[in-house]
């Protein structure tokens, strides 16, 4: 008998299945790096697809079906698809370290997002306008429109967006920061960001690999289908679901699990940061000569869970094992539900008035390496906010469910310029 102590490991596919050129078979000889992940969704994931016999008989008695798969060396080869689940939290890099992108968090968030970052890590203002303009030290273009940045102002962590680097050498952000001294003099705090690509593509596609006692699987060509991230006492969890073009055993391979590899950041809390939305609507139908500057409204949120859901269409084809070349994100959908403990009366009837806002999620806390940040840039409301949870014997509550509307408040369209959705991590420096 043996116990099911198991880990996962991630490496970015440098080709879609991973495939040995010598043999058109997945690479099993890839250097993997294991992650600290719950261990109850890590499994031996996948199906068999099989083509069903229903041939003529002469009794009551059935035939094998027919794997979907490949022959090599006189025998078929073991293929199984399928869905591959993961939950972790979002320890952020920590000191010195400058970006995600051989970092695991990176990693997974590249199997279905592109990226962008900042051209520094961090900086400090020089001075400060007003809540959405600084002068930065740096030069204003190595701000990345379109992505995420964070300060701490009065011990809590606050986050913006870049609309506009080129404004006489100016910075500008939207939604605004609670005050003009949360810029005045502060460090500003590099967010790398993760947001859809417009032509369906992603930064790269993951293999991964379950190590276990008497059991090791391979998953090759895995792309992401979902995040889901909520709240467990405080902390960002992290649902992710990818979709797995070919999945393969070799029990015989074992090592047994592997001890997963730490960041030496901090995990994101949803304490000591603000949720907010703009105070009035996003430029969306038309593109923005000047960056959006809107001011911001602070909502008492209680919880909330944030959902980007990716439509994976095969791009299908008979010359492999995997049966496609790769897998287009086709649609994305989002969808965003804060919990208000205190009813905003200002947001009542912004179904009925289709009024889109800015929503920002932020986390504590912010640093060199420390801190998250979820951003729908143009939301609308799914649902009547004024139709407030009055069900059990406590208080008033108020649920705002967000999804994404075409924004067009960056100078640019490039980058995570304009982009619908973002989900930003702090940098080292």
Not at 117 to 133: C, F, Q, R
Not at 183 to 209: D, E
Not at 255 to 271: D, K, Q, W
Request: with cysteine.
């Amino acid at each position: 008998m043996a116990v099911t102590h198991r880990s996962i490991g991630v490496v970015v596919e440098s080709s879609f299945g991973s495939l040995d050129p010598a043999t058109g078979l997945p690479d099993q000889t890839l250097v993997y790096t294991s992650m600290p992940v719950e261990r109850d969704p890590v499994v031996i994931y996948g199906d068999v697809i099989a083509s069903e016999r229903s041939d003529t008989r002469d009794g009551p008695y059935g035939m094998p079906p027919e794997p979907d798969t490949v022959w090599s060396s006189g025998s078929r080869v073991q293929r199984r698809t399928g869905s591959v689940e993961l939950r972790l939290d979002l320890t952020t890099v920590g000191a010195g370290v400058a970006n995600y992108d051989s970092n695991y968090l990176g990693q997974l968030l590249g199997g279905g997002f592109l990226t962008a970052k900042h051209s520094v890590t961090t900086d400090t203002a020089s001075a400060a306008s007003d809540a959405n303009t600084f002068t930065p030290t740096a030069t204003s273009t190595d701000y990345a429109i379109g992505n995420l940045v964070g300060v701490e102002y009065q011990g809590r962590a606050e986050y913006s967006a870049v609309t506009d680097n080129d404004v006489t050498g100016d910075v500008t952000i939207s939604p605004a920061v609670s005050a003009t001294a949360a810029l005045s003099s502060a460090t500003v705090r590099m967010l790398q960001t993760w947001y859809p690509s417009r032509t369906g593509t992603t930064t790269h596609s993951l293999s991964f690999r379950v190590d276990g006692v008497n059991f090791r699987t391979f998953v090759f060509g895995a792309v992401l289908e979902s995040i889901s991230i909520s709240l467990d006492n405080g902390r960002l969890m992290a649902d992710l679901v990818y979709q797995a073009a070919c999945i393969q055993d070799d029990h015989s391979s074992f090592s047994g699990p592997i001890e997963p590899l730490y960041n030496s950041g901090a995990p994101a809390f949803f304490r000591g940061a603000y949720v907010v939305v703009s105070s009035t609507a996003p430029t969306s139908t038309t593109d923005a000569s000047t960056g959006d500057t809107l001011a911001r409204t602070a909502l008492d949120c209680e919880s909330f869970t944030f959902t980007v859901t990716n439509t994976l269409t095969p791009k299908g084809r008979s010359n492999s094992i995997l049966a496609m070349s790769g897998m287009d994100v086709s649609d994305v959908a989002v969808e965003c539900s804060l919990t208000l403990s205190t009813v905003t009366t200002a947001l009542d009837s912004d179904y009925f008035n289709r009024q889109l806002r800015q929503v920002l999620i932020g986390t504590g806390p912010v640093g060199n390496g420390l801190g998250c940040a979820l951003m729908i840039p143009a939301g609308y409301l799914t649902t009547d906010p004024s139709k407030y949870d009055v069900s059990g014997n406590d208080i008033v509550r108020q649920t705002l469910n967000y999804a994404q509307s075409r924004f067009g408040g960056d100078v640019v369209s490039t980058g995570a310029g304009n982009s619908p959705v973002r989900i930003g991590l702090t940098v080292g420096s």
